[in-house]
């Protein structure tokens, strides 16, 4: 069964360092988000992405993200200068219809630990 | 802020049928309902989804009340593997359709 994959499975990183978050979506799909996940909190939307442009952002996600599709398989979350509060669990997710019945698959997840 | 109101958590014994309500009182005649689950330390997962009619799989079905204001997720024969938190979402206009999570159900299944 296809699935996204996401890698790396977990990263430490010094605060301030830039991280990017790999992602390789469902082969078919048109649709790609990125989402986070704090220890113990809920899940929140940050990002989504369809033909090579943002479609829509949540407020978490200023200018220190972006995200990019380089070479039409792989997803990226580049995170600039990371801070302490950035540290997450963070979900790709790709579907292949969008709107109200589009049903989204996602990844296992990156950790990310920001020290 | 997330549309849908649900139980902390519930608990249930193994291979007994498992009721999930959820509520959604200012849902819209376009807004479907969606269910995901999170199993320990994975990605949230897809579950089912509906708009008015009651939807079945293999796995569990979606009751939806003829209001439309609440819904119930129903697993036939619970297994440990199904230990889980369970989502119900609107995707609706007014979020773009984007996914809004709440803090969900944490379903416990007791051997």
């Known amino acids: 069964e296809p699935e996204v994959t996401q890698t790396p499975s977990h990263q430490v990183t010094q605060m301030g360092q830039e991280v990017i978050l790999r992602c390789v979506p469902i082969?078919?799909?048109?649709?790609f988000y990125w989402y986070r996940q704090i220890l113990g909190q809920k899940v929140e939307f940050l990002v989504s992405?369809?033909?090579?442009?943002?479609?829509?952002k949540s407020e978490i996600f200023d200018d220190q993200f972006s995200v990019e599709r380089p070479d039409g398989s792989n997803f990226t979350l580049k995170i600039r200068s990371t801070k302490l509060e950035d540290s997450a669990m963070y979900f790709c997710a790709s579907s292949y219809w969008a709107g109200e019945a589009g049903e989204l698959f996602f990844g296992e997840g990156s950790r990310l630990t920001v020290l | 802020d997330a549309k849908t109101t649900q139980p902390n958590s519930m608990e249930s014994n193994e291979e007994e049928p498992v009721h999930l309500p959820c509520n959604h009182s200012t849902i819209s005649g376009t807004d479907y309902i969606h269910w995901y689950r999170q199993l320990p330390s994975q990605g949230p997962e897809y579950v089912i989804h509906?708009?008015?009619?009651?939807v079945n799989n293999r796995m569990v079905s979606l009751a939806i009340a003829e209001d439309r204001k609440s819904s119930t997720l129903i697993l036939h024969r619970a297994t440990l593997r199904d230990a889980a938190v369970y989502y119900c979402i609107l995707r609706d206009e007014d979020s773009n359709y984007q996914l809004i999570w709440g803090a969900g159900t944490k379903l416990i299944i007791k051997p």
């Open positions: 992405f369809y033909n090579n442009e943002i479609s829509e």
């Open positions: 509906g708009l008015t009619s009651n």
């Open positions: 082969s078919n799909h048109l649709y």
